[in-house]
């Protein structure tokens, strides 16, 4: 069966962009549901540049809407998803000066810290994806570490197809 998601991150950077209340992710969030989408994906960001506490607290309260909700190894961060109970959690890499995110998880150095926090996800059947690199060697360590399912950066392929190369590692 196929599903769709719809990213709606940006509809909080045009607010807040304008210092204004409009455009509302919440209403946002309500439209794509009606407008027969299956879920939503948010990304609450450690310095809120685009969905924000009261915006992830009210989307995730809408019924009959899957959430994915998008979130940083930060402590912080994991604690406050915790708390909001989305359906699922994907957990990204995040640096404060890109404007998207550039790239995958670094699995390897972040074993330890992204098994707990995946256990901790478990324990409240909150479904847990990992953003990695396009490579077997993420795809193999994401199995190991019992993640729900994957999410693939594909920023390096888009490049790659676009320069016309033929292999990627």
């Keep these: 069966m196929k599903r769709l998601g ?6 909080a950077t045009i607010r807040n962009a304008r210092g204004e209340h409009h455009p509302d992710p919440f209403f946002a969030a309500k439209f794509v549901k009606k407008s027969g989408a299956n879920s939503i994906t ?15 607290k009210k989307i995730c309260s ?3 809407l899957l959430v994915n909700l998008e979130v940083s190894t930060n402590s912080k961060m994991i604690n406050s998803a915790l708390k909001l109970k989305p359906n699922f959690v994907c957990i990204v890499p995040e640096n404060r000066k890109e404007i998207t995110t550039e790239g995958g998880l ?4 972040n074993k330890t ?8 996800f478990k324990k ?3 479904r847990t ?9 993420d795809i193999r360590l994401s199995k190991e570490l019992k993640t729900d ?5 594909t920023g390096k392929i888009a490049n790659l197809v676009k320069s016309k190369k033929k292999s990627f590692d």
């Excluded at 719809?6 to 509809?11: C, E, S």
């Design 113 to 120: 810290q992204l098994k707990k926090i995946i256990s901790s």
């Design 129 to 137: 994806s990992l953003f990695i690199n396009p490579s077997l060697k």
């Design 62 to 64: 809408i019924k009959n």
């Design 124 to 126: 409240r059947n909150i």
């Design 106 to 109: 670094n699995l390897k150095k």
């Design 149 to 153: 399912c994957i999410e693939i950066h």
């Design 6 to 11: 719809v990213n709606i991150d940006h509809i």
């Design 42 to 56: 948010i990304h609450l960001r450690e310095d809120r540049r685009h969905i924000n506490d009261a915006d992830a």
